[in-house]
């Protein structure tokens, strides 16, 4: 079985600051994985994902996470916070083609950022 | 582009109603797939559609049953609504067993449902 743990709830950054939003994921296979953003009242629009060799992984609003198997992890950065930002973020897994999970997104619980000006 | 069309964005529900959310796709997906999220708990498949003819349970099936009617329509239906089934549901589609794709999934704006 995949899961996804995501660390902090909650990130409060000021206004040009990094953001730095933490995944790690479990799998016993190689996982695609993916960051989302929720902005209030609307639905999930992906940020980025990771599918193939590149390790470093770039976004849309200038977004980018790393791949690092030996971590098991695929945090979210992004140099200069904007207020635009603020949104929930979600980390999630799933199997690689012919995995029994491919196509099947398992989620982390989200973490709420916040900008302060 | 409409994308993902749920409806009705909002319903309230009381306790032993039953009612249908309906979800249609205009991207030629093959795969659709009904989530719920709560507070703190992320997103919790409850049922998902590989292909037109079939269904399976995800993570969270109770209380629900879906119907792939057709390759743009899925629709979840709650036969007794609990308050536990209070939530906001969300349809999401994607392109998988196609050739060149990434497995990513395309919500919907959400329905926001609460029985009383």
């Known amino acids: 079985a995949q899961s996804v743990t995501q660390l902090g709830s909650h990130v409060s950054v000021s206004e040009g600051a990094l953001v730095l939003l933490r995944c790690n994921y479990s799998?016993?296979?190689?996982?695609?994985l993916f960051w989302y953003v929720q902005y209030p009242n609307q639905g999930l629009q992906l940020l980025l994902k990771?599918?193939?060799?590149?390790?470093l992984v770039k976004g849309i609003n200038g977004f980018e996470a790393e791949f690092k198997k030996s971590e098991t992890s695929f945090h979210l950065t992004k140099p200069s916070a904007h207020m635009s930002d603020a949104a929930e973020y979600f980390c999630?897994?799933?199997?690689?083609?012919?995995?029994?999970?491919?196509?099947?997104?398992?989620f982390g619980q989200g973490t709420i950022l916040t900008v302060h000006p | 582009n409409a994308g993902v069309t749920q409806t009705p964005k909002f319903q309230v529900l009381k306790t032993g109603q039953s009612m249908t959310l309906q979800c249609a796709q205009d991207m030629n997906h093959n795969s659709m797939y009904w989530y719920r999220q709560d507070p703190g708990m992320g997103l919790r498949l409850i049922y998902y559609s590989a292909s037109e003819g079939t269904t399976d349970k995800g993570e969270v099936p109770n209380g629900y049953n879906v119907s792939r009617l057709n390759k743009r329509e899925f629709s979840l239906r709650l036969e007794s609504a609990a308050p536990s089934q209070t939530s906001v549901y969300f349809c999401?589609?994607?392109?998988?067993?196609?050739?060149?794709?990434?497995?990513?999934?395309?919500f919907g704006e959400g329905s926001r449902l609460t029985v009383l």
């Open positions: 999401a589609s994607s392109l998988t067993g196609t050739g060149g794709d990434t497995g990513e999934l395309f």
């Open positions: 799998s016993s296979v190689p996982p695609y």
């Open positions: 999630a897994v799933s199997s690689r083609p012919g995995g029994t999970s491919y196509g099947k997104l398992t």
């Open positions: 990771y599918t193939s060799a590149a390790t």
